[in-house]
């Protein structure tokens, strides 16, 4: 079993990596293999809509000269998924949205590759807007058949300088719980 994080802030040691850490940890503790794929910062563009994804259906998509194939790879390969983003102007971030966007389409392309997979989404808010920007995670995997996990509250926690979510210990524990959640049902979806 694997669980694969894809972050989408710029910064690789920032809030929301420190999130998706305690996510992962928790389930390196039950025994799942994971993965954290640095997305934020890395080129990565938009969906082209040039739909050479249905006509070819090959899993991949058409653009091939940036991150998005390898991620996509990657995202085949796992039993769950984790999207985490900062809060941007009360959305995620324009490299999550990319992710979104063109892992979005190549599944629907593939026939919901990602159907019935694990999935969960994490925030890093300074402030406000992060629970819209986690309503724009839940959207991936719920378009996509996906099994949404929750946690104690909404997974997001709070700060705003590198580190500084370190602070919020309530938004950790979410973490700790998200991650035990996901754990639970990995292990029982197990065939
Ligand atoms: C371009 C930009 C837009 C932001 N927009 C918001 C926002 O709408 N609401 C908010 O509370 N914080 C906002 N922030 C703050 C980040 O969400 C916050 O610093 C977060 O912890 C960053 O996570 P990171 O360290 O993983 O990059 C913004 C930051 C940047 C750089």
Known sequence: MKVVAFNGSPRPKGNTSILLNHVLDELKNEG??????????????????????????????????????????????????????????????????????????VNRANNDLLKRRIGAGVVAVRRAGGIHAFNSLNHFFLIAQMIVVGSSYWNIGIGRNEGEVNNDEEGLQTMRTLGQNMAWLLKKIQV
Do not use: H
């Not at 991620?71 to 769950?80: N, S, T, Y």
């Open 32 to 105: 799942i293999a994971t993965e954290l794929v640095q997305v934020g910062g890395r080129p990565i563009q938009g969906c082209l809509a040039c739909y050479k994804c249905f006509e070819k259906k090959n899993k991949k998509c058409a653009y091939d000269k940036d991150v998005l194939n390898e991620c996509l790879d990657k995202m085949w390969e796992a039993d769950g998924i984790i999207l985490g983003s900062p809060t941007y102007f009360s959305d995620v971030s324009a490299w999550m949205k990319a992710l979104i966007e063109r892992a979005g389409l």
